[in-house]
C-alpha cells in the first residue's frame, strides 16, 4: 500500500557526507543532518544500488516557493502531508514545477515568444522541457551535492522514520526519491503511490528553491492514479 506517512522536513543543513565504500548496505546514500530549533534530524538520500543493475536518474530543478507550493517555508521540523494536489506533496510527473513539459506544448510555447527558425538553433528552451539525467551513484551524488548549502534553509520530502511514530518523534527522513512506477513483481511494487514523491530543495540567495529529485531506472515516468506504470 501506499505510505500511511509522507512529509516535508523544514531545518537548515548542518552537514552532508557519502556512504562511506565499505559501509554495511545495499543502498548508496549520500547523508544530510538538518537542525531545526534544538532538534537535529537525519536524511538519507538513495543515489543507486551497490548489488544491482538498476541506475539512478535525476534532474535540478529551480522553482519559487509559490511554485512549489510553499509561498513561505513550512513549519520548522517534519510535517505531515497528505498524499495530494495542493498540499505541498511532491509528484515528479504531475507537479507542474517539476514534471517532464512535452515537446508539443514546448513547440507552441517557442513559437508565441521567438522566430521558429532562431529557436531551432538556439539551445536556450532546453532547459524547460525538464528531461532526466542519467549515470552512477558518484554523478547523482555530485549532482545532489552542488545544491546543498550548509547553513541554508532545506526542505526534504520523503517518508519518515521510525514509521509510524507521532510528527514529534520523527528522527529522520527515508524513500527521498520517486516512490511510484516501480513494476509489478518488484518488492516495491505495494508502495506505489502518487504524489508521495521525495526530494531535497535547498533555498538560494534570491530566495527562490533549487529542487533535487531522482528515480531509479527501473521506475516508469508514466503511472496510473495508483502510482503503477503504464
Known amino acids: 500500500m501506499p505510505f500511511t506517512q509522507y512529509g516535508v522536513l523544514s531545518g537548515t543543513l548542518v ?3 557519502r556512504d562511506d565504500p565499505d559501509e554495511f548496505g545495499r543502498w548508496w546514500h549520500v547523508n544530510l543532518v538538518l537542525r531545526s530549533g534544538a ?4 536524511v538519507a538520500v538513495d543515489v543507486d544500488s551497490k548489488n544491482s543493475a538498476a541506475g539512478v536518474q535525476w534532474k535540478t530543478v529551480r522553482a519559487s516557493g509559490s511554485r512549489l507550493g510553499w509561498p ?3 513549519t520548522p521540523g517534519f510535517t505531515l502531508l497528505a498524499s495530494a494536489p ?3 506533496a511532491l509528484d515528479v510527473i504531475r507537479h507542474p514545477a517539476l514534471r ?3 515537446i508539443r506544448r514546448l513547440l507552441r510555447w517557442i513559437f508565441r515568444v521567438t522566430d521558429a ?3 531551432a538553433r538556439s539551445p536556450f528552451w532546453l532547459p524547460f522541457l525538464r528531461p532526466w539525467r542519467s549515470g552512477d551513484q558518484l554523478q547523482a551524488s555530485q549532482a545532489l551535492e552542488a545544491t546543498l548549502g550548509v547553513g541554508a534553509p532545506t526542505l526534504v520530502w520523503g517518508e519518515p522514520f521510525p514509521e509510524g511514530a507521532p510528527a514529534a518523534s520523527v528522527q529522520g527522513i527515508h524513500n527521498v526519491h520517486q516512490n511510484q512506477g516501480d513494476p509489478a513483481g518488484s518488492q516495491w511494487w505495494p508502495e506505489n503511490g502518487i504524489w508521495q514523491d521525495g526530494g531535497v530543495a535547498t533555498q ?3 530566495g527562490s528553491w533549487l529542487v533535487f529529485v531522482s528515480k531509479f531506472s527501473t521506475q ?9 506504470p503504464l
Open 39 to 42: 532538534r537535529e534530524y537525519r
Open 117 to 119: 527558425v532562431s529557436a
Open 15 to 17: 552537514s552532508h557526507r
Open 220 to 228: 516508469s515516468d508514466r503511472t496510473d492514479t495508483q502510482g503503477h
Open 86 to 88: 495542493g498540499t505541498g
Open 72 to 74: 513561505t517555508p513550512p
Open 204 to 206: 538560494q540567495p534570491d
Open 100 to 102: 517532464v513539459i512535452g
